[in-house]
């Protein structure tokens, strides 16, 4: 038996004040699992790519794709997100410049000896010349709060909320074709200054963008199996 619950059986009082109507279209199971399939089977191929051409993508169509992350849920729906879309030259270089200056102590005197080790597989250095040669850095902000009716106010989750965006916009990348990398340059208190950002936004996550080049190679390293990361229900061994 289907039970169909209906938001006023729950409770009219319950519903917020002003409500539209929400709907999905109904799909079939198989339709389902056929979208599930072919989204699997292409999101499997999704790398970090840190070998991009300089071949120029369409500013349009990065804005259609920030557009589509900005469509992510977001605590009290504030939207605590700021996308920052470069590709002006004299810029990435700026950026790619303090970025290396940051990962060379980092890399140097920052991480410890595990951490280098857990790298040593993907090949990572303080060397970051994707930051120029990507045709754009998308640098994502989170905003923890901001000034609402001439108060401070906190936002909520930001932390959370963007890194949903993020996410929905490096797997829309991957969905129109173009590679992506998740960098975290750390600290990374040099792009607000850059970018000329104000001090409620915290440099978040920064995301070159482009084509892979032809010669591009990742590190060949697997995903875990599904079962490890996937528990239904209650876990039956011993913890
Ligand atoms: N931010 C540095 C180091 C780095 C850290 C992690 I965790 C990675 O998965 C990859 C790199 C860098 O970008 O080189």
Redesign the pocket.
């Known amino acids: 038996m289907m039970t169909v619950w209906s938001a006023r059986a729950l409770g009219v009082e319950t519903l917020p004040a002003r409500c539209i109507p929400y709907h999905i279209e109904r799909r079939s199971i198989e339709a389902m699992h056929a979208t599930a399939d072919a989204l699997l089977a292409h999101m499997r191929t999704r790398r970090s790519c840190r070998f991009f051409s300089d071949e120029a993508v369409p500013r349009d169509l990065i804005e259609k794709l920030i557009a589509i992350a900005h469509t992510a849920p977001s605590g009290a729906n504030r939207q605590p997100w700021r996308f920052v879309a470069v590709d002006d030259a004299a810029l990435k270089h700026e950026i790619r410049l303090a970025a290396e200056a940051e ?1 060379r102590i ?1 890399y140097q005197h920052r991480m410890p000896e595990a951490w280098l080790a857990a ?1 040593e597989p ?1 090949g ?3 060397e970051k010349p994707y930051l120029e040669i990507a045709p754009w850095l998308v640098v994502v902000f989170r905003i923890d709060w901001e000034m609402l009716d001439g108060k401070r106010q906190p936002n909520y989750y930001p932390f959370e909320s963007a890194a949903i965006a993020a996410g929905m916009f490096s797997m829309a990348c991957h969905q129109v074709g173009l590679a992506t990398l998740t ?4 600290p990374m208190k040099f792009l607000r200054e850059i970018l000329g950002r104000p001090v409620n936004e915290k440099p978040f996550l920064l995301v070159p963008v482009g084509y892979p080049a032809d010669d591009c190679v990742v590190p060949d390293i697997p995903k875990k199996p599904l079962d490890e990361v996937l528990q239904w229900n209650k876990c039956q061994g011993a913890i």
């Open positions: 990962e980092s790298l993907i990572t250095n303080a960098h975290t340059p750390s």
